[in-house]
């Protein structure tokens, strides 16, 4: 057992610490929290009101870790998911290989839904 939870801290360390974020300019990458008690769980309106008074960064971004239940037609499991705002990859200037990321023109226009209340 020892053996594996030094596996793991290790794992933890080296993904976190030791090797750094494939994104351009990782060094300038900060996290903003606000929380009054143990969550730091934000609104999506509260975002788009920190996204637009900001004077401070380049860009703002939101993101949220989530669990879904996911069907390819077996049954359905539970995987983990992220959400995460339109302009979440345009902030990271991040681009993919292939075919093409969300962005933030795409909130708006027929069939765009950035939030639900």
């Known amino acids: 057992m020892a053996i594996g939870a030094n596996a793991v801290v290790f794992s933890v360390l080296n993904g976190l610490i030791l ?18 008690d143990n ?15 900001n004077h401070s960064f380049d860009g703002l971004t939101g993101y949220g870790i989530t669990q879904v239940a996911f069907n390819a037609g077996e049954g359905s499991s539970l995987i983990w998911g992220v959400e995460a705002s339109s302009n979440y990859f345009d902030a ?13 023109s795409d909130d708006r226009g027929p069939n765009s839904a950035p939030y639900r209340l």
């Not at 090797?19 to 300019?25: A, G, I, M, R, T």
């Not at 969550?39 to 008074?53: E, F, H, K, N, V």
């Open 39 to 53: 969550s730091t769980a934000q609104s999506y309106p509260d975002y788009i009101d920190l996204r637009d008074r």
């Open 19 to 36: 090797k750094p974020l494939n994104v351009p300019d990782s060094r300038s990458l900060y996290l903003v929290q606000h929380g009054t």
């Open 92 to 104: 990271l200037r991040i681009q993919p290989y292939l075919g093409r990321f969300f962005h933030d």
